[in-house]
C-alpha cells in the first residue's frame, strides 16, 4: 500500500480554503516538489483537475471545488459569472454545470469543457470575494441580456434578497450600452425601484394597479414584526403569495401576520399569481371596492382587458 507523502501544514490550511483546490504555483512556494506532486497523482492520493490545477483528494469534485479550479484555469483576471455568482452570493440554492467564467477581452482564448464555459468581454467589470465573482448587480445583467424573458425573476429576485442594489444595477445597465434587453430592463429596473420583490408582486402592480389607473399602494411597509407587500394609507393590506416562503411554516406565518391586522383593524387581500395574472380586473374591482368601504373616493376605470 502506497504511503501518503507529508504535506506542509499551511498547504493543507489553504487547500482548505480553497475547496480542496491548489495551484501549481501555490504547491512549489509550499515547498512541495513536482516529483512528489506526481506521486499523489499516480498513487491515487490527488486528482489533477488541469494543468497545474489539483485536488486534494480522490473524490469526485463538488461545485465548489470546480469553480475554484475554473477560476485557476482561467487566471487571475477572471471572475464566477451567471447563476454561479448568485450561487456563491447565496441569493440562489442551486447553479448548473458549466460554471460560467468571464474574462476581460485582452485575456487568452479559453476552450470550454463540460465544467467550465469561458467568455471575454469588452465591458468592465468588477469581482468580490474570496473566490473571485461577478458583482450581484452584473451578474444580474449579464443573465438578463442573455434570456430576456427572465428579466423579472433575475432582478425581482436580486432587490428581494437586498443583496443587490437597485441603483447599482442600473449603473451596470448602463455601462452595457448594447445590451439588447436595454428598454425592457430600464422599465423593469424602475418599477423595481418602487419596493418591487418579486415577479407576482410586478404583476400586481402593472396589471392589477397601473392597468387601471389605481395609484400604486406603498411596498415592503414594516408593520410591528411583519413587513406588508402592499399598504393603501385606507388602512387596506394586500399579500402577494407565491407558493414559495409560504407553505409549511410560512403558511402558519401568514396566519399569525393576518390575525395581528386583523385585531389592529387592517383588514387583509391575499391574492396568488392566478388572480394577479389571470384574473387582474377582478382583482381590482375586489381591491378597489374594498378601499371605497375603508374611505377611499378614487375611480374605478376600466382597462383594455375589461373593455
Known sequence: MATHPAIPDRLMELARAQAGVLLWDQIRHCGLSERTVHRLVHDGFWTRLARGVYLTHCLAPDWLSLAWAGYFVAGDEAAIGGQAALKLAHIIDDADLPIPIVLPHTSPHRVSTSWWSFTRTRVPFRTMGDLPRLRTERAIIDLCAADPDRSAHW?????????????????????????????????????????????????????????????????????????????????????????????????????????????????????????????????????????????????????????
Not at 448594447?178 to 429596473?189: F, I, M, N, V, Y
Not at 406603498?218 to 385606507?234: A, F, L, N, P
Not at 387583509?268 to 371605497?292: I, K
Open 155 to 307: 432582478v425581482t429576485l436580486a432587490a428581494g434578497s437586498r443583496k443587490a442594489s437597485v441603483q447599482r444595477m442600473r449603473e451596470e445597465l448602463d455601462a452595457m450600452p448594447q445590451c439588447a434587453a436595454r428598454r425592457q430592463l430600464t422599465e423593469l429596473l424602475a418599477d423595481a425601484g418602487t419596493g418591487i420583490h418579486s415577479p407576482l408582486e410586478l404583476v400586481y402592480l402593472r396589471d392589477v394597479e397601473r392597468a387601471h389607473g389605481m395609484a400604486p399602494g406603498r411596498r415592503q411597509v414594516r408593520s410591528g414584526s411583519y413587513i406588508r407587500d402592499v399598504y393603501y394609507d385606507e388602512g387596506l393590506i394586500v399579500e402577494l403569495d407565491g407558493r414559495t416562503g409560504h407553505e409549511g411554516v410560512g403558511a402558519f406565518r401568514d396566519m399569525d401576520r393576518d390575525n395581528y391586522h386583523t385585531m389592529q383593524g387592517r383588514p387583509t387581500l391575499r391574492y396568488g399569481w392566478e388572480q394577479c395574472h389571470g384574473t387582474p380586473c377582478r382583482t381590482f374591482r375586489e381591491v378597489a371596492e374594498m378601499r371605497h368601504s375603508l374611505g377611499w373616493t378614487g375611480d374605478i376605470k376600466r382597462c383594455r382587458r375589461c373593455r
